[in-house]
Nanobody
Framework: QVQLVESGGGLVQAGGSLRVSCAAS????????MGWFRQAPGKEREFVAA????????YYADSVKGRFTISRDNAKNTVYLQMNSLKPEDTAIYYC??????????????WGQGTQVTVSS
């Protein structure tokens, strides 16, 4: 079992930056691919970004490509999402998720509780 705890959310003005983090418990973190998702009020949860076990492969939703960067530090059991040039439409609860495989894919096995990101115009 893996527990994921997000942090770093908050309120930021449009055009600003924010970094959210996800700390994972357990020794298997370095063998898991990780992802970030978000859910805005009244909308379905959507994929944001993913990273392979080593960090060698990353994948982004078109809506955040070029603005967001996913990274990980396996020594700290932590995955990050650096968000730049934020827009009001980025406002959502951001969730991190873990896959019990090393490679990026669609199915995720563990989820965090989420952290709120609000971008004001």
């Amino acid at each position: 079992q893996v527990q994921l705890v997000e942090s770093g959310g908050g309120l930021v003005q449009a055009g600003g930056s924010l970094r959210v983090s996800c700390a994972a418990s357990g020794r298997a973190f370095s063998n898991y691919a990780m992802g970030w998702f978000r859910q805005a009020p009244g909308k379905e949860r959507e994929f944001v970004a993913a990273i392979s076990w080593s960090g060698g492969s990353t994948y982004y939703a078109d809506s955040v490509k070029g603005r967001f960067t996913i990274s990980r530090d396996n020594a700290k059991n932590t995955v990050y999402l650096q968000m730049n040039s934020l827009k009001p439409e980025d406002t959502a609860i951001y969730y991190c998720a873990a896959r019990r495989t090393r490679l990026i894919g669609e199915k995720y096995d563990y989820w965090g509780q989420g952290t709120q990101v609000t971008v004001s115009s």
